[in-house]
């Protein structure tokens, strides 16, 4: 019972079939890939890779800011966007900037100004008229806002060390 294409001078399926004979030497170019399936291997990828914590430049953790960006769908008519459409918005917690000390928190905290509210920091831009360029924009502000506490607090505390060592020097000399 052979079965026939249509199309005249076509050959028949068993005859496209290998034969048992065949069987016995073909060997599958695919057998490695079906054995590991059936024996549930994993290709040699580890079960539970551990991606490396990225870190920006003042220490924040990067998978602790969160953006957030607003799309109003597109319209028919020019300008075809809405205005605040390339606004992106980070908020992080408090907690997870890294500032050591009393002062470094005071400076931050008065360099944000508003912007903190319940321990969490939320900053946004719409300087650019991009949603990639205005990301940029923050992670940067971010980091030189963080860096500049912690400039601002290591200065304060080293004249503050300065005018208590001039103190004692005039103190000895009297």
């Known amino acids: 019972s052979a079965l026939t294409n249509r199309n005249a001078g076509s050959a028949t399926f068993s005859s496209l079939t290998p034969s048992p004979s065949d069987n ?12 590991k399936i059936e024996n549930n291997d994993d290709f040699g990828i ?6 490396e914590t990225k870190y920006l ?4 953790r990067e998978d602790a800011l969160r953006f957030e960006t607003v799309n109003y769908g597109r319209l028919v008519l020019p300008p075809h966007i809405q205005p605040w459409e390339h606004r992106v918005k980070v908020r992080v ?7 050591e000390t009393e002062l470094e ?8 100004g508003s912007r903190l509210k319940n321990d969490t920091l939320q900053i946004s831009s719409n300087l650019f008229g991009s949603r ?15 860096l500049g506490a912690k400039r601002l607090a290591d200065e304060m ?3 503050a060390q300065q005018a208590t060592t001039d103190t ?6 009297s």
Do not use: Q
């Open 105 to 112: 928190r005071k400076i931050f905290e008065k360099i944000v």
């Open 24 to 35: 016995e030497n073909y060997v599958s170019p695919f057998k490695d890939f079906f054995e």
């Open 46 to 51: 580890p079960h539970a890779v551990e991606k």
């Open 93 to 99: 917690d408090f907690r997870d900037i890294p500032l």
């Open 157 to 159: 505390t080293k004249e």
């Open 168 to 173: 004692r020097e005039k103190e000895m000399e």
């Open 57 to 60: 430049k003042c220490g924040i």
């Open 132 to 146: 990639i360029e205005n990301y940029r924009h923050l992670v940067t502000m971010l980091d030189r806002i963080t």
